[in-house]
């Protein structure tokens, strides 16, 4: 723990625990043996498949394939995960940034076994798959079983695909990694204390969220200023990302750009489309909600570094014990056994939150499907906005936990579900904190950081969504230079606000991480999806105390073996391809824009 953060908690370790997983970082001998193991199990198959011919398999192999396949995707999940977090809280680990090509080749080879199992699958006539997968112990995994034989019909030929699998760890994930290595190279200079410090793009991106506007006009000048420097290398990641997605798609004969991002996410277009109409209807009570905050914070117009200031003129620090007493009685009142995974996490180890340099940006939550445990990573500085991140990534690990005993085909659920689970967390936290507010003033920065929620869900994530969808659709005719990247994201910006900033933030494109992950294309809309779907289950937990409980664990289990129309109608009797639930739950996340308005008065 640093000094300048001993104050954050007493009680809680700051700092992970990865040595009850693999004793010895990215040096460890037991990790090594595991990987090795993990490619054997891998090459084995693998070389079954490519040797088993164009025969239509028997039910007997078909099992065996089916239980392998499971046990080697149990493993590459474990070291994959294993791996993300040794890179990211040492960016400068060199060894851990040799695994990280490693455990991509392994993947690249499941992949190719993956794809050849999926092709045998397709091979069997209808009669034998109703045979086969009516037997009582494919029940569990029956919905992926029959999603993979579908897709299998719509992809390239077996041996193509392993080509360009094969092709993609030094191309396509290559560049990727790259982008990883432009962050780590930057170092944004800062007064702390009266001593010059240099700050990682974790730690610089805390100071956005100061109550001071003078710390937060400086720092987002020099934001831009640091993003500018590598633009035109992020520019080049970001075009050969996009081409090689374009390419594949192209050999596919995928016409349609949002095919796979809709797949992946096991919903239609008229899903997202009756979503996406939706929030265009919360444009205008936001963007009163972002006048008033202006006001508060004594300006004529809100910029993009005041989105997530405090309105407060002094905010008190949250010490991480804090925080995690907060959102684990938040969670109680809901779910004891949300509330006792929370206490798990907090009290072994599982969360990294030191705010230190050489750590990577952002947060997330990874599951290790073997150890039957997940870790938490993020930069902890003691805002409110660290808070929620907390509660939204240990509902992440609440829906892992739900899922841990279910087959490892069962257990991959699609992005957007999995950050229902975490924005519901998220929504329980603030609502329980809103209830015990005393005072005006906490009323009114409680309000304020949900509100800043609904901005970031229905404006940002919509402007990048927007961006997206047309630097693809430019990059199909040629690469796009990093000033044409910086108008793209002006105008997507200035739409989705509906020009209710005062500045903006043209290098948002090369500052997000999320148009550089390759393992989920357009990995935005999900974000919304969640946002929306979760504030729904609130609805519905407020509306029906206790009896919603299970119903909530029961629709987490589900969402892997269901596309999201049949979760909703199975759960909540709704369908999500009409605009009626979205309307609903749009308005609801913005009505807090009345009550924000009273206490301003």
């Not at 005993?405 to 609502?431: G, K, R, W």
């Not at 690469?479 to 108008?487: G, Q, T």
Request: with cysteine; glycine share 6%.
């Amino acid at each position: 723990m640093t000094r300048s953060e001993e104050h954050l908690s007493k009680k809680y370790s700051l700092e992970w625990n990865l040595d009850s997983l693999f004793q010895g970082g990215s040096s460890s001998p037991r990790f090594a043996a595991f990987v090795e193991q993990s490619e054997s199990l891998c090459a084995a198959i693998l070389q079954e498949l490519q040797q088993s011919g164009d025969v239509s398999p028997e039910a007997s192999q078909l099992a065996n394939w089916t239980d392998r396949l499971q046990d080697i995707l149990a493993q590459l999940r474990e070291a994959d995960s294993y791996v993300a977090c040794l890179t990211s809280q040492n960016m400068q680990d060199r060894r851990a940034v040799a695994w990280t090509e490693r455990i991509q080749s392994l993947a690249a080879r499941y992949k190719q076994a993956a794809d050849l199992y999926d092709a045998k699958l397709a091979m069997v006539t209808d009669s034998a798959w109703r045979e086969w997968t009516g037997r009582p112990e494919i029940a569990g995994i029956l919905f992926p079983l029959n999603e993979r034989r579908a897709f299998a019909q719509d992809k390239l030929p077996p041996a193509l695909e392993a080509v360009a699998s094969e092709l993609a760890v030094d191309g396509y994930h290559g560049w990727g990694e790259h982008y990883n290595t432009i962050v780590g190279r930057i170092t944004i200079p800062w007064e702390e204390n009266g001593k010059q410090v240099a700050l990682s793009v974790g730690q610089a991106a805390n100071k956005m969220e100061d109550a001071d506007p003078a710390v937060r006009d400086t720092m987002f000048a020099k934001w831009e200023e640091a993003w500018a420097a590598q633009a035109d290398m992020a520019a080049d990641t970001l075009n050969r990302l996009a081409g090689f997605r374009l390419k594949l798609y192209g050999m596919r004969g995928w016409r349609e750009l949002m095919k796979e991002p809709l797949l992946v996410n096991r919903m239609s277009q008229d899903t997202l489309d009756a979503m996406w109409t939706a929030v265009e209807g919360s444009i205008a009570p936001l963007k009163r909600y972002l006048a008033l905050k202006a006001r508060l914070l004594g300006k004529e117009q809100i910029g993009w570094q005041d989105m997530d200031a405090p309105i407060a003129a002094e905010q008190p620090k949250i010490s991480y014990d804090e925080a995690a007493e907060l959102i684990t009685n938040a969670f109680e009142q809901f779910s004891p056994d949300m509330a006792k995974l929370a206490r798990v996490a907090f009290e072994e180890g599982w969360i990294e939150a030191e705010d230190r340099a050489g750590k990577r940006p952002g947060g997330f939550c990874t599951t290790f499907p073997l150890g039957k445990q997940t870790r938490i990573f993020m930069t902890y500085s003691g805002t409110p906005g660290n808070v929620s991140t907390l509660a939204h990534e240990l509902g992440h690990a609440y829906h892992a936990e739900i899922v841990k005993d279910l087959p490892p085909m069962a257990q991959e659920y699609a992005m957007n579900v999995a950050e229902t689970a975490s924005t519901f967390a998220e929504a329980l936290v603030s609502d329980a904190l809103l209830r015990r507010a005393a005072t005006k003033e906490e009323k009114l920065a409680l309000l304020d950081e949900r509100l800043q929620r609904a901005v970031a869900f229905f404006m940002n994530i919509r402007a990048r969504f927007l961006f997206e969808t047309r630097f693809y659709d430019r990059r199909a005719s040629g690469m796009l230079e990093a000033s044409e990247l910086n108008e793209l994201m002006l105008q997507a910006q200035k739409e989705a606000f509906g020009e209710a900033l005062g500045s903006w933030h043209p290098h948002f494109w090369a500052s997000k991480l999320h148009f550089y992950i390759t393992d989920v294309p357009f990995y935005n809309f999900p974000y919304t999806f969640g946002y929306l779907f979760s504030t729904g289950l609130v609805a519905v937990a407020e509306r029906e105390g206790d009896s919603f409980r299970s119903r909530y664990d029961d629709l987490l289990r589900d969402t892997g073996v269901m596309t999201v129309e049949q979760l909703a109608s199975r759960h909540l009797g709704v369908e999500l391809d009409r605009p009626d639930f979205w309307e609903a739950a749009v308005a609801r996340a913005v009505a807090d824009v009345e009550a924000f308005a009273e206490l301003c008065e």
